[in-house]
């Protein structure tokens, strides 16, 4: 059982930046690819970015491309997605996730999510 808490969400404006942090519980955090998606009202939730247990391998939308960056620190169980230039679009509840494999799919725990808001 692996749990996640994200924090660092908040309203920023657009061009702006944020960094989402997402704590995982237990020993076994290197063992877990990790991913982040994201939710917006009215929408179904999307694949954002992925990053495998060894940070090794990672896997990026074509929308957040060049934009994202997902990074993990194993010794401190969390998993980071840096957020640059930032677009209203990018509005949107935002979730990690733990999978056995990195994948833009299959995920067996998830996260309570952090709100990003971007607008002016």
């Known amino acids: 059982q692996v749990q996640l808490v994200e924090s660092g969400g908040g309203l920023v404006q657009p061009g702006g930046s944020l960094r989402l942090s997402c704590a995982a519980s237990g020993r076994t955090f290197r063992s877990y690819a990790m991913g982040w998606f994201r939710q917006a009202p009215g929408k179904e939730r999307e694949f954002v970015a992925a990053?495998?247990?060894?940070?090794?391998?990672?896997q990026y939308a074509d929308y957040v491309k060049g934009r994202f960056t997902i990074s993990r620190d194993n010794a401190k169980n969390t998993v980071y997605l840096q957020m640059n230039s930032l677009k209203p679009e990018d509005t949107a509840l935002y979730y990690c996730?733990?999978?056995?494999?990195?994948?833009?799919?299959?995920?067996?725990?998830w996260g309570q999510g952090t709100q990003v808001a971007v607008s002016s």
């Open positions: 996730a733990a999978g056995v494999v990195i994948s833009t799919t299959r995920y067996d725990y």
């Open positions: 990053i495998s247990g060894s940070g090794g391998t990672t």
